[in-house]
């Protein structure tokens, strides 16, 4: 399985970007999809989240009603629509994908496989 992630870059606070990942395989059909972030000097957090159904979808407290996660099955592609941004948002911004329960979906060291991260910087 592997996960390619795009869509970041420079944006002014208040702006949008819309983040992909595209996968290989058969992760949709059998994994929960994901997306997290990781600052300078902190740890990497949940940011948004598919079901292993695909029929339920989780967020963080920081990400409700800015950010949403969606998906394209034909293209076996994720995507995080970030509006609203904030410069506490940089960060680089990572996709993955695994047999993940419903319950852990916010743990990263549940998942299996990982995007190689795409750069978010907000300016103030």
């Known amino acids: 399985v592997q996960l390619q992630a795009s869509g970041g870059g420079l944006v002014q606070a208040g702006g949008s970007l819309r983040l992909s990942c595209a996968a290989s395989g058969r992760t949709f059909s059998t994994y929960a999809m994901a997306w997290f972030r990781q600052a300078p000097g902190k740890e990497r957090e949940f940011v948004a989240a598919f079901s292993r159904s695909g029929s339920s979808t989780y967020y963080a407290d920081s990400a409700k009603g800015r950010f949403t996660i969606s998906r394209d099955n034909a293209k076996n592609t994720v995507y995080l629509q970030m509006n609203s941004l904030k410069p506490e948002d940089t960060a680089v911004y990572y996709c993955?994908?695994?047999?993940?329960?419903?319950?852990?979906?916010?743990?990263?060291?549940?998942?299996?496989?990982w995007g190689q991260g795409t750069q978010v910087t907000v300016s103030s």
């Open positions: 993955a994908a695994g047999p993940v329960i419903t319950s852990r979906v916010r743990n990263p060291s549940e998942y299996r496989y």
